[in-house]
Protein backbone atom coordinates (compact mmCIF):
# COMPACT_ATOMS: atom_id res chain seq x y z
CA UNK A 1 0.00 0.00 0.00
CA UNK A 2 1.08 3.26 -0.86
CA UNK A 3 1.20 6.06 1.63
CA UNK A 4 1.88 9.76 1.63
CA UNK A 5 2.99 11.74 4.47
CA UNK A 6 3.48 15.65 4.65
CA UNK A 7 5.82 17.85 6.23
CA UNK A 8 6.05 21.07 7.21
CA UNK A 9 8.74 23.16 6.31
CA UNK A 10 9.88 22.23 9.71
CA UNK A 11 10.26 18.57 8.73
CA UNK A 12 7.77 17.60 10.96
CA UNK A 13 4.92 14.90 10.05
CA UNK A 14 1.13 16.43 9.97
CA UNK A 15 -0.82 13.31 11.86
CA UNK A 16 -4.43 12.51 11.58
CA UNK A 17 -5.42 15.26 14.23
CA UNK A 18 -3.55 18.05 12.04
CA UNK A 19 -5.25 16.78 8.69
CA UNK A 20 -8.81 16.97 11.03
CA UNK A 21 -7.42 20.23 11.65
CA UNK A 22 -6.76 21.23 7.71
CA UNK A 23 -10.44 20.13 6.99
CA UNK A 24 -11.97 22.08 9.58
CA UNK A 25 -10.13 24.97 8.47
CA UNK A 26 -11.09 24.52 5.08
CA UNK A 27 -14.84 24.23 5.95
CA UNK A 28 -14.43 27.50 7.93
CA UNK A 29 -13.10 29.37 4.98
CA UNK A 30 -15.36 28.38 2.30
CA UNK A 31 -13.16 26.30 0.17
CA UNK A 32 -12.59 22.39 -0.29
CA UNK A 33 -10.03 20.58 1.75
CA UNK A 34 -8.35 19.84 -1.71
CA UNK A 35 -8.11 23.48 -2.65
CA UNK A 36 -6.44 23.91 0.53
CA UNK A 37 -4.39 21.05 0.53
CA UNK A 38 -2.92 22.43 -2.91
CA UNK A 39 -2.32 25.78 -1.18
CA UNK A 40 -0.60 24.15 1.18
CA UNK A 41 1.42 22.44 -1.16
CA UNK A 42 2.62 25.42 -2.76
CA UNK A 43 3.42 27.13 0.46
CA UNK A 44 4.48 25.22 3.43
CA UNK A 45 3.75 21.50 2.70
CA UNK A 46 5.94 19.11 0.55
CA UNK A 47 3.56 15.64 0.03
CA UNK A 48 6.48 12.58 0.35
CA UNK A 49 5.86 9.57 -1.83
CA UNK A 50 7.68 6.66 0.11
CA UNK A 51 9.52 8.77 2.24
CA UNK A 52 13.28 7.87 3.62
CA UNK A 53 13.64 5.58 6.48
CA UNK A 54 16.11 6.61 9.02
CA UNK A 55 18.36 4.59 11.33
CA UNK A 56 21.60 4.95 13.92
CA UNK A 57 24.67 3.04 13.31
CA UNK A 58 27.11 2.32 16.54
CA UNK A 59 30.48 2.51 16.13
CA UNK A 60 33.43 2.38 19.30
CA UNK A 61 35.08 5.59 18.34
CA UNK A 62 38.83 3.26 18.57
CA UNK A 63 37.56 1.11 16.48
CA UNK A 64 36.18 3.36 13.81
CA UNK A 65 35.47 6.52 14.47
CA UNK A 66 33.57 9.46 12.89
CA UNK A 67 37.00 11.21 11.67
CA UNK A 68 38.21 8.16 10.01
CA UNK A 69 34.57 7.78 8.21
CA UNK A 70 35.29 11.22 7.22
CA UNK A 71 38.55 10.38 5.53
CA UNK A 72 37.52 7.06 4.00
CA UNK A 73 34.75 8.56 2.38
CA UNK A 74 32.93 5.54 1.90
CA UNK A 75 32.78 2.88 4.15
CA UNK A 76 31.55 -0.80 4.00
CA UNK A 77 29.21 -1.55 7.24
CA UNK A 78 29.50 -5.13 7.67
CA UNK A 79 30.87 -7.94 10.84
CA UNK A 80 27.23 -7.40 12.07
CA UNK A 81 26.19 -11.00 14.18
CA UNK A 82 22.96 -9.82 15.43
CA UNK A 83 19.25 -10.52 13.71
CA UNK A 84 17.60 -7.99 14.13
CA UNK A 85 20.36 -5.28 13.38
CA UNK A 86 20.86 -7.70 10.00
CA UNK A 87 17.11 -6.97 9.01
CA UNK A 88 17.45 -3.40 9.65
CA UNK A 89 20.47 -3.30 7.26
CA UNK A 90 18.72 -5.18 4.85
CA UNK A 91 15.82 -2.88 5.18
CA UNK A 92 18.03 0.35 4.21
CA UNK A 93 17.38 1.99 1.02
CA UNK A 94 19.91 3.79 -0.94
CA UNK A 95 19.51 7.83 0.10
CA UNK A 96 17.82 6.67 3.45
CA UNK A 97 20.21 8.49 6.57
CA UNK A 98 21.53 7.33 9.64
CA UNK A 99 22.49 8.85 12.71
CA UNK A 100 26.36 7.86 13.45
CA UNK A 101 26.85 6.76 17.25
CA UNK A 102 29.88 6.79 19.19
CA UNK A 103 29.56 3.54 21.52
CA UNK A 104 31.55 3.16 24.51
CA UNK A 105 33.61 6.13 24.58
CA UNK A 106 31.78 9.16 24.19
CA UNK A 107 28.62 7.79 23.83
CA UNK A 108 27.38 9.85 21.30
CA UNK A 109 25.61 10.63 18.27
CA UNK A 110 28.38 13.16 16.13
CA UNK A 111 26.65 12.84 12.71
CA UNK A 112 24.89 11.52 9.68
CA UNK A 113 25.65 8.94 7.99
CA UNK A 114 23.82 8.39 4.28
CA UNK A 115 23.08 4.86 2.90
CA UNK A 116 24.92 4.59 -0.89
CA UNK A 117 24.74 0.71 -1.46
CA UNK A 118 22.28 -1.03 -0.07
CA UNK A 119 22.27 -4.70 1.55
CA UNK A 120 24.78 -7.21 -0.52
CA UNK A 121 26.81 -9.92 0.81
CA UNK A 122 28.52 -9.46 3.92
CA UNK A 123 32.18 -9.81 2.57
CA UNK A 124 33.54 -10.83 6.22
CA UNK A 125 31.85 -14.05 5.60
CA UNK A 126 30.09 -17.32 3.26
CA UNK A 127 27.04 -17.58 5.38
CA UNK A 128 24.46 -16.17 3.10
CA UNK A 129 22.23 -14.87 6.13
CA UNK A 130 24.73 -11.80 6.89
CA UNK A 131 24.77 -8.84 4.79
CA UNK A 132 26.63 -5.52 4.67
CA UNK A 133 25.64 -1.80 3.62
CA UNK A 134 27.83 1.16 2.31
CA UNK A 135 28.00 4.64 3.66
CA UNK A 136 29.12 7.90 3.25
CA UNK A 137 29.49 10.39 6.00
CA UNK A 138 26.58 13.22 4.84
CA UNK A 139 26.85 15.86 7.89
CA UNK A 140 28.66 16.41 11.02
CA UNK A 141 26.56 17.61 13.80
CA UNK A 142 27.78 21.16 15.31
CA UNK A 143 27.85 19.66 18.52
CA UNK A 144 27.66 15.83 19.37
CA UNK A 145 24.16 14.63 21.11
CA UNK A 146 25.14 12.24 24.38
CA UNK A 147 23.06 9.56 25.45
CA UNK A 148 22.78 11.43 28.56
CA UNK A 149 20.83 14.21 26.60
CA UNK A 150 18.69 11.63 24.49
CA UNK A 151 17.91 9.64 27.83
CA UNK A 152 16.31 13.05 29.45
CA UNK A 153 14.58 14.54 26.22
CA UNK A 154 11.22 14.02 26.73
CA UNK A 155 10.63 13.73 22.85
CA UNK A 156 13.55 10.68 22.84
CA UNK A 157 13.36 8.64 25.85
CA UNK A 158 11.26 5.76 24.36
CA UNK A 159 14.19 6.06 21.19
CA UNK A 160 15.58 2.46 20.37
CA UNK A 161 18.97 3.18 21.28
CA UNK A 162 17.90 3.83 24.84
CA UNK A 163 15.14 0.83 25.03
CA UNK A 164 17.48 -0.96 23.12
CA UNK A 165 20.95 -0.24 24.15
CA UNK A 166 22.62 -3.49 22.38
CA UNK A 167 21.30 -3.39 19.49
CA UNK A 168 24.03 -1.79 16.86
CA UNK A 169 21.93 -1.06 14.17
CA UNK A 170 18.76 0.50 15.43
CA UNK A 171 15.51 2.13 13.98
CA UNK A 172 14.82 6.18 14.02
CA UNK A 173 11.73 7.77 13.97
CA UNK A 174 11.42 10.81 11.89
CA UNK A 175 10.58 13.29 14.40
CA UNK A 176 13.52 10.99 16.74
CA UNK A 177 15.85 12.04 13.42
CA UNK A 178 14.26 15.53 13.80
CA UNK A 179 14.94 16.13 17.40
CA UNK A 180 18.47 14.68 17.63
CA UNK A 181 19.42 17.14 14.72
CA UNK A 182 18.02 20.26 16.58
CA UNK A 183 20.10 19.06 19.46
CA UNK A 184 23.15 18.56 17.27
CA UNK A 185 22.42 22.42 16.34
CA UNK A 186 21.52 21.43 12.95
Not at 55 to 80: M, R
Not at 102 to 128: R, Y
Request: proline share 3%.
Amino acid sequence: MVRFKMRNKSNKYYNNSNLFSMNLLAKMLSISFVNLCLISYFSVIILVYNSMNYWLIKSEPFKYSWDQFKKDKITTWDGVRNYAARNNLRAMKKGDLALFYHSNEGMCVVGIAKVVTEAFQDPTTKEEAWVAVEFAPFKALKTPVTLAQIKEDEYLKDMQLVKLQRLSVGIVKPEEFDRVCMLGGM
